[in-house]
């Protein structure tokens, strides 16, 4: 009412009602689709079926493999070319997904540094 854009709520107060998202409601192509994952994936895998029939052999999903570096991405897009000509990374990755590991390495990192400090300086002689 103010003028202002706001971020996306996903519609939730149109969910808790039991309804679809207006995005997807409105959508005049039906290019924006919500509804159970698996659903949906099986819909898109058909829909890429067809365009590869069609001769569109580039067609391709994008973000739908829970396998992938993101685990899935709880959307997915349908490209007709190669993820670089959308901006998007080849093979996505989750950055944070090693941050555990990577703590884990500073740590005995830091340990080592410490140890080695104490031990510099209780070797010494007076």
């Known amino acids: ?21 207006a995005c997807a409601q409105a959508c005049p192509t039906e290019s924006i689709q919500y509804g159970p994952l698996d659903e949906l994936r099986e819909r898109a895998a058909q829909r890429v079926a067809t365009l590869h029939e069609q001769g569109v052999s580039e067609a391709r999903l994008y973000g739908e493999d829970p396998n992938d570096g993101v685990g899935g991405d709880g959307a997915f897009f349908l490209l007709l070319d190669e993820p670089e000509v959308y901006g ?28 080695a400090t104490a031990l510099a300086f209780l070797g010494r002689r007076p």
């Not at 009412?1 to 998202?21: E, N, S, V």
């Not at 996505?92 to 410490?114: I, N, Y």
């Open 1 to 21: 009412g103010d003028g202002r854009a706001w971020k996306c709520t996903l519609c939730y107060d149109r969910l808790g009602a039991g309804m679809t998202p």
């Open 88 to 115: 998007l990374p080849p093979d996505p990755v989750v950055t944070t997904r090693d941050l555990p590991a990577m703590w884990k390495r500073a740590g005995l990192a830091a340990l080592t540094m410490v140890a």
